[in-house]
């Protein structure tokens, strides 16, 4: 069974930081593109940030300058790393291989005082 594995969630106080992290079979790695998405209760889930099998990234226009999405070919991994946090990131956040059905478990994030 194919499988995402997203790790790196947690508790943290408004203005803190986390890494998420996301593991991928080197296959799925290799051949598609990957996305971090989040939802938070009540709310849709929202793409965060997109990086291609190239490189390139894009994200979420709120999130510019706070979120950096990144990749380590070498480990099959994406991450996700979320500075400044607010409140209203807390969110359950997912990796995707995008164009797929492919989904992590999700990471609960959760920033509060």
């Known amino acids: 069974q194919v499988q995402l594995v997203e790790s790196g969630g947690g508790d943290v106080q408004p203005g803190g930081s986390l890494t998420l992290s996301c593991v991928a079979p080197?296959?799925?790695?290799?051949?598609?593109?990957m996305g971090w998405y989040r939802q938070a209760p009540g709310k849709q889930r929202e793409l965060v940030a997109r990086?291609?099998?190239?490189?390139?990234?894009n994200y979420l226009d709120s999130l510019k300058g706070r979120f950096t999405i990144s990749k380590d070919n070498s480990k099959n991994t994406v991450y996700l790393q979320m500075n400044s946090l607010k409140p209203e990131d807390t969110a359950v956040y997912y990796c995707k291989a995008e164009t797929t059905t492919l989904w992590g478990q999700g990471t609960q994030v959760t920033v509060s005082s």
């Open positions: 080197g296959s799925i790695f290799r051949a598609y593109n």
């Open positions: 990086i291609t099998t190239g490189g390139r990234t």
